[in-house]
């Protein structure tokens, strides 16, 4: 800090010296004129001095303003003394000065050129959604002209009721996934990013190929599911009728087609599993809107539990008299996959609680076991399609592995989510949270008199 003073009030005075040395020198000569000519003659040679220098500073101060006007490098005056100086730093700085921002030109423009070449729409909006830029491939996304509209709000110009709705709702954890109505062939994935005050990034991915192999991945396996229904169906109908024929086949064929019977059994209920999840999938089964008595649905599911537990745990609901608008049966399979996977999973001797209750912002089923637990890995891939934590113990409790794929997408169609908290050991919490305006309140019964 001393030696930046130091430096500082060094450079001042070799920047007032020429002015001193002026003024010293018209003193001397006034000095001189009075010795020989008189007093008067001194003052009036002295005041002129003094007039002249200040006629020179303001002619300088003139120029100083005129190129403040149109600051270049190349129209910098040139003066003398403390003027010579003052003209000589302010070149030195300008130079500086229009070097960095060639620099950064060079830097902007670079960069410019850097996300013009992603494969990804990016597009630079304010507060209000006006654009501020955008690179060619968010031109051809979106169907707009950087040149022609920029300043211009987005939503006025793309004008996809589900875009606007999602630009305009200012929650974008979810990335929206939507046709261009000027290009229904274009699937669109959209997401955005807040990476200041007032400012976000418009993020587009072209994912039409990907939805098309999405698309023909569920219809193969809806296709496949279907065509394999028919011949298990019958496959297991005549395992039944060995089983019960009369007289009783020995012991050694009743095991081995009990068995048969069993994977049967099981492969049909994973074809049953892959349909429905098939179905859940396509954007073409349109969602049932239907008035739900949740109350009614889990007294039913705490029976079902009972008998599959077939008295094994604790087993307790707590309800509260709020009904939903949604779909009945597919709602009945989430919640009731929860409840089957608590049941599958609690040791003998544990306990379970199902309960329905108002939530922050909705509403929420929960399943609370105190089964064997999930590690701490394994719970953001628990939705994945047959992805089991114990495949082994999975396939002993009968498990097809896409119970909890069929939660989300439920979930997901009546705009939920599921929240999973477990620690291994002590049992796990399954909650599936559906939004307050899917609830409908319902008064409680009046009691009869006494």
């Not at 996934?177 to 991915?205: D, H, M, T």
């Not at 009972?306 to 745990?313: C, E, K, P, T, Y």
């Given at each position: 800090?001393?030696t930046?003073?130091?430096?500082?009030?060094?450079?001042?005075?070799?920047?007032?010296?020429?002015?001193?040395?002026?003024?010293?020198?018209?003193?001397?000569?006034?000095?001189?004129?009075?010795?020989?000519?008189?007093?008067?003659?001194?003052?009036?040679?002295?005041?002129?001095?003094?007039?002249?220098?200040?006629?020179?500073?303001?002619?300088?101060?003139?120029?100083?303003?005129?190129?403040?006007?149109?600051?270049?490098?190349?129209?910098?005056p040139?003066?003398?003394?403390?003027?010579?100086?003052?003209?000589?730093?302010?070149?030195?700085?300008?130079?500086?000065?229009?070097?960095?921002?060639?620099?950064?030109?060079?830097?902007?423009?670079?960069?410019?050129?850097?996300i013009?070449?992603?494969?990804?729409?990016?597009?630079?909006?304010?507060?209000?959604?006006?654009?501020?830029?955008?690179?060619?491939?968010?031109?051809?996304?979106?169907?707009?002209?950087?040149?022609?509209?920029?300043?211009?709000?987005?939503?006025?110009?793309?004008?996809?009721?589900?875009?606007?709705?999602?630009?305009?709702s200012?929650?974008?954890?979810q990335?929206?996934?939507?046709?261009?109505?000027?290009?229904?062939?274009?699937?669109?994935?959209?997401?955005?990013?807040?990476?200041?005050?007032?400012?976000?990034?418009?993020?587009?991915?072209?994912?039409?190929?990907?939805?098309?192999?999405?698309a023909?991945?569920?219809?193969?396996?809806?296709?496949?599911?279907?065509?394999?229904?028919?011949?298990?169906?019958?496959?297991?109908?005549?395992?039944?009728?060995?089983?019960?024929?009369?007289?009783?086949?020995?012991?050694?064929?009743?095991?081995?087609?009990?068995?048969?019977?069993?994977?049967?059994?099981?492969?049909q209920?994973?074809?049953?599993?892959?349909?429905?999840?098939?179905?859940?999938?396509?954007?073409?089964?349109?969602?049932?809107?239907?008035?739900?008595?949740?109350?009614?649905?889990v007294?039913?599911?705490?029976?079902?539990a009972?008998?599959?537990?077939?008295?094994?745990?604790e087993?307790?609901?707590?309800?509260?008299?709020?009904?939903?608008?949604?779909?009945?049966e597919?709602?009945?399979?989430?919640?009731?996959?929860?409840?089957?996977?608590a049941?599958?999973?609690?040791?003998?001797?544990?306990?379970?609680?199902?309960?329905?209750?108002?939530?922050?912002?909705?509403?929420?089923?929960?399943?609370?076991?105190?089964?064997i637990?999930?590690?701490?890995?394994?719970i953001?891939?628990?939705?994945?399609?047959?992805?089991?934590?114990?495949?082994?113990?999975?396939?002993?409790?009968?498990?097809?592995?896409?119970?909890?794929?069929?939660?989300?997408?439920?979930?997901?169609?009546?705009?939920?989510?599921?929240?999973?908290?477990?620690?291994?050991?002590?049992?796990?919490?399954?909650?599936?949270?559906?939004?307050?305006?899917?609830?409908i309140?319902?008064?409680e019964?009046?009691?009869?008199?006494?």
């Open positions: 800090m001393r930046m003073n130091r430096e500082t009030l060094r450079h001042r005075l070799l920047l007032l010296l020429p002015a001193v040395m002026r003024l010293a020198l018209v003193a001397v000569v006034a000095v001189i004129a009075g010795v020989l000519f008189g007093a008067v003659a001194g003052l009036a040679v002295a005041l002129a001095g003094v007039v002249l220098m200040f006629l020179v500073h303001l002619v300088y101060l003139a120029f100083l303003g005129q190129w403040l006007e149109q600051p270049r490098l190349a129209t910098i040139h003066g003398v003394g403390t003027w010579a100086e003052i003209f000589t730093r302010l070149y030195k700085s300008r130079r500086a000065s229009e070097a960095s921002e060639r620099r950064l030109q060079d830097n902007e423009e670079r960069f410019r050129r850097t013009s070449a992603l494969p990804e729409g990016i597009l630079l909006v304010d507060a209000s959604l006006q654009i501020e830029w955008c690179n060619p491939v968010a031109e051809q996304h979106l169907g707009i002209s950087l040149r022609a509209d920029q300043g211009l709000r987005l939503t006025n110009l793309v004008r996809d009721p589900a875009f606007v709705a999602y630009m305009t200012a929650n974008f954890e990335p929206l996934v939507f046709r261009p109505l000027g290009n229904p062939a274009l699937v669109l994935s959209i997401g955005v990013i807040e990476f200041e005050p007032g400012r976000s990034i418009v993020i587009s991915r072209d994912i039409t190929q990907s939805e098309r192999v999405d023909m991945r569920r219809d193969f396996v809806a296709n496949v599911s279907h065509e394999l229904r028919t011949p298990l169906t019958v496959v297991n109908g005549f395992l039944e009728t060995l089983l019960d024929a009369r007289p009783p086949l020995d012991a050694t064929r009743t095991r081995h087609l009990q068995l048969m019977h069993e994977q049967a059994s099981r492969m209920r994973l074809v049953e599993d892959l349909l429905l999840l098939s179905r859940l999938e396509s954007a073409e089964t349109p969602l049932a809107e239907e008035q739900v008595d949740v109350p009614q649905l007294r039913a599911l705490e029976s079902e009972r008998a599959l537990s077939q008295g094994r745990h087993i307790a609901a707590e309800i509260e008299r709020v009904h939903l608008r949604g779909s009945r597919e709602l009945r399979s989430a919640f009731g996959n929860l409840v089957s996977n049941v599958r999973y609690t040791p003998a001797g544990g306990r379970i609680r199902l309960r329905w209750r108002v939530a922050d912002d909705g509403a929420l089923f929960e399943v609370e076991d105190s089964g637990g999930i590690e701490p890995e394994h953001p891939r628990l939705t994945e399609r047959f992805y089991r934590v114990d495949k082994s113990r999975s396939r002993e409790t009968g498990g097809t592995g896409l119970g909890l794929a069929i939660v989300k997408h439920v979930l997901l169609r009546h705009q939920g989510r599921l929240d999973v908290r477990s620690r291994v050991g002590q049992g796990s919490v399954f909650g599936a949270w559906l939004p307050a305006a899917r609830l309140r319902v008064a019964p009046a009691r009869a008199a006494a």
